[in-house]
């Protein structure tokens, strides 16, 4: 089982490069490893090249992850050999490998997730293709029925929007389309289709519109079955109860580590519809930081 602190989470998140990645559809160069610690609905199906299928049991509780700051562009036709080498998020359990990214159609990024059985395509999974654009950054998996997958999506009106009916936060609000806001979600692995989700945004100084956080590490599964996220916030992140952290003119969000990494850390419950508690450095409305 996944057993890990607050210092533990932010120390391997510091050795990532969290930068931001333009609309650029070529792959791209963010090496999307793979670790191993001890401790229904929206998107469409291609056509499938394999019928593997995974065990209907659990997973074994080592959760893998994989995650990369500048997500790799791909699409249905990407063999698992070109995504490994432009160094896409993938996990491989046995003769099963989970991969996601995004696909830019036109002026659109919609979040990808593939499935390879001993290398051939199982399936290519949608997970939302309305106009605000969508990637998906890292994957964490235990071989299991279950996979989490970390995203961000700019603008409402997305698929996320029904998917997180039940989340924390169930909609992305009103950013103006321009704030880049995360998501969280966990996907079916047998047909790979997202069955819960949450956003995870920020707030503006009038505390109603939504503003900027994005994803700076994967999704780790804790020893209570909790889920911990670090990511980058724009003011102001928010407190379990949607609270802002910071005060309004006066403050702003910090790194957790006091240098340049990542100033925001949420834990959530594992179906996504509760955030546990949530901390950032530099503001003083931190209501139930995480220890």
């Known amino acids: 089982m996944w057993r890990t602190t607050f210092s533990v989470a932010l120390l391997t998140l510091l050795n990532t490069n969290c930068g931001d990645s333009d609309n650029s559809g070529s792959p791209g160069t963010g090496a999307g490893t793979s670790t191993s610690s001890s401790s229904g609905s929206g998107g469409q199906t291609s056509n499938s090249s394999s019928s593997g299928v995974l065990p209907t049991g659990p997973g074994d509780g080592d959760w893998d992850t994989a995650f990369t700051a500048d997500p790799v562009g791909m699409n249905c036709s990407s063999t698992m050999a070109e995504l490994e080498a432009a160094g896409a998020a993938m996990i491989t359990r046995g003769a099963v490998t989970l991969v996601v990214g995004y696909e830019q159609l036109g ?8 499935r390879f059985d001993d290398g051939e395509r199982t399936y290519c999974q949608y997970h939302e293709q309305e106009p ?27 698929a996320f ?8 936060i169930g909609s992305y609000g009103d950013g103006g389309g321009s704030s880049k806001v995360m998501v969280l979600g966990s996907v079916d692995t047998a047909s790979g289709s997202v069955q819960r989700a949450t956003f995870v945004p920020a707030k503006r100084d009038n505390g109603s519109k939504t503003n900027t956080l994005g994803p700076a590490g994967p999704i780790v599964v804790l020893q209570d079955g909790s889920l911990e996220v670090l990511g980058n916030s724009a003011f102001a992140p928010l407190n379990p109860d949607k609270s802002g952290m910071c005060l309004p003119d006066v403050e702003y969000p910090s ?13 959530f419950s594992a179906d996504l519809s509760t955030m546990v508690c949530a901390s950032t450095a530099g503001c003083s409305n931190v209501t139930a930081p995480c220890e």
Do not use: E
């Not at 998906?136 to 989490?148: L, R, S």
């Not at 790194?255 to 834990?267: I, Q, S």
């Open 255 to 267: 790194a957790l580590d006091g240098a340049r990494g990542p100033n925001f850390l949420g834990r």
């Open 107 to 114: 002026q659109n990024q919609d979040p990808v997730l593939l």
């Open 161 to 168: 929007d029904s998917l997180a009916a039940q989340g924390w």
């Open 132 to 158: 605000p654009d969508g990637r998906a950054y890292g994957i964490t998996w235990d071989g299991g029925p279950v996979a989490y997958v970390g995203y961000s999506i700019v603008g409402g009106g997305s």
